[in-house]
C-alpha cells in the first residue's frame, strides 16, 4: 500500500487524519490497514482513543459511524 513507509510526525499525523477521512467517505475497507498505522503513532497523543473506538467501526463496516466519530473529534 502507497502509505507502508510512512514517517509519523505531528504534522504528518495530521495530514494521515485527512486521508483517513476520505478513505471513510469512500467506505473503502483499506481504512482499516491505513487505521492500524495511524494508531500506532498517535500513541500518546489526544487521537489515540478516539482512533480505537473508529477503528472498531470500521471493523464493523459502519464507515458513516467512522466518519461520524472521526468529524466530531477535529
Known sequence: ARYAE???NAGSLEASIA???GL????DSSSAD???RIIE???GTPWAETLQRIALAVANY???EALGMLDRSD
Open 62 to 64: 459502519d464507515f458513516d
Open 34 to 36: 491505513f487505521l492500524e
Open 6 to 8: 510512512v514517517a509519523f
Open 41 to 43: 503513532s498517535a500513541k
Open 19 to 21: 486521508e483517513l477521512r
Open 24 to 27: 471513510l467517505a469512500d467506505s
